[in-house]
């Protein structure tokens, strides 16, 4: 079973619609959670921390439940600049900094 | 830009050869992971470095290692060469220790071995 588990997509969405991605995580002692977010042959790149509280920025709202192991994503009002991958990252235990990575969820939003 | 920068930008090896992939951190960084990327999955992580030392390392055999140095640069060197190290080798620089604290990564140094 992998660490960290997503849809892998892709997502096609007409510009405007709000789309949800999914994550789960199988180390209970994940300590931080991240979504990051990596263009066609680039590098990945922060897009937001989570939060045991929830948080939010702009268009995109970021939920964790540490019970069910399970973050969420939503980004709303969707533009055509938001089509990337979307990486669900938690911190394991082969280091405090050190990052685990999902496989993505790819979004593809037309016009 | 993040400020962390990489060399080379592509690669291209033979099976069984050497690589010495470069790192250069964001200023004021003293902690470095390398990672690899393979096509259409995401960055594993291959192992850490904080002022110098190992500070964890993830599931790659011991071709697979490191350098960090005074001034927070990197190496990452692979011996050995297979075909499946074809990837793209991310390094990634952070400041402090606090657990949000973001890692801003270099643009990559895609390997291709043949």
């Known amino acids: 079973r992998k660490e960290v588990e997503q849809d892998p997509g892709p997502f096609n969405v007409p510009e405007g619609a709000t789309v949800a991605f999914n994550c789960t995580y199988s180390n209970s002692a994940s300590q931080s959670f991240f979504w990051y977010r990596q263009d066609c042959r680039k590098e990945p790149k922060l897009l937001m921390s989570?939060?045991?509280s929830g948080n939010e920025d702009g268009r995109f709202t970021a939920q964790l439940n540490r019970a069910s192991q399970y973050i969420s994503l939503l980004i709303r009002d969707s533009k055509l600049s938001d089509s990337a991958t979307y990486l669900c990252?938690?911190?394991?235990?082969?280091?405090?900094?050190?990052?685990?990575f999902g496989s993505g969820t790819r979004l593809q939003v037309q016009p | 830009e993040t400020g962390v920068t990489q060399s080379p930008t592509h690669l291209i090896k033979t099976r069984g050869q050497q690589v010495t992939l470069r790192c250069s951190s964001q200023s004021g960084h003293n902690t470095v992971s390398w990672y690899q990327q393979a096509l259409g999955q995401g960055p594993q992580f291959i192992f850490q470095y904080y002022r110098e030392e190992e500070n964890g390392r993830g599931n790659f055999p011991p071709r697979f290692s490191g350098l960090q140095f005074p001034n927070y640069s990197s190496e990452l060197n692979v011996n050995a060469l297979e075909l499946d190290d074809s990837a793209l080798y991310l390094c990634?620089?952070?400041?402090?220790?606090?657990?949000?604290?973001?890692?801003?990564f270099g643009p990559g140094t895609r390997l291709t071995v043949l």
């Open positions: 990252v938690v911190t394991g235990e082969t280091g405090r900094r050190a990052l685990t």
């Open positions: 989570v939060y045991s």
């Open positions: 990634a620089s952070t400041p402090g220790t606090g657990l949000y604290n973001e890692q801003f």
